[in-house]
């Protein structure tokens, strides 16, 4: 049984899913929907521009980072390096910002100073998934963003 913190995240990430597949729904593909099953290959099935990933940083506007995940706490590809995703949606307090995966993992390619860092929550302690620290402004800035005001507030 999930322990109340663990179920916590998981409920507040299903919430800002739906709050991007609305968007989908009225701006893209009005038959975007959710898989039927959990996947770890994308959150979002949208055809019209395949399927999306939506990652949510809730501290990249204090760090001035954002916390990319490229491996699981079993040390396989996961996040960026696991989606199937043709979009990667990165949520923060004050931004939603769309970019093709293909477009945010050759940035990652292309920089030269990433960090790695560990990250996330799981029930097992000491293990952590592993991901990528992206200064935020190369991310809000960069050609290949879409850029939007978060619109949407957690309750």
């Not at 409920?11 to 701006?27: D, G, H, M, P, S």
Request: proline share 3%.
């Amino acid at each position: 049984m999930l322990d109340e913190t663990w179920q916590r995240k998981i409920n507040r990430a299903r919430w800002v899913e739906a709050q991007i597949l609305k968007w989908y729904q009225t701006n893209v593909d009005p038959t975007a929907t959710f898989p039927l099953s959990h996947t770890n290959k994308y959150d979002i099935i949208c055809e019209k521009v395949g399927n999306v990933e939506v990652k949510e940083d809730l501290l990249a506007d204090h760090t001035g980072n954002y916390a990319i995940e490229f491996e699981n706490y079993a040390k396989k590809p996961s996040g960026i390096n696991g989606t199937q995703a043709g979009q990667f949606v990165l949520v923060d307090r004050e931004y939603v910002i769309i970019m093709e995966t293909e477009s945010l993992r050759y940035m990652l390619k292309e920089m030269k100073y990433k960090k790695t860092v560990n990250m996330g929550f799981t029930q097992e302690e000491g293990v952590r998934c592993r991901g990528w620290l992206i200064p935020r402004d190369t991310i809000l800035l960069s050609p290949y963003a879409s850029v939007m005001e978060r619109w949407f507030k957690y309750e």
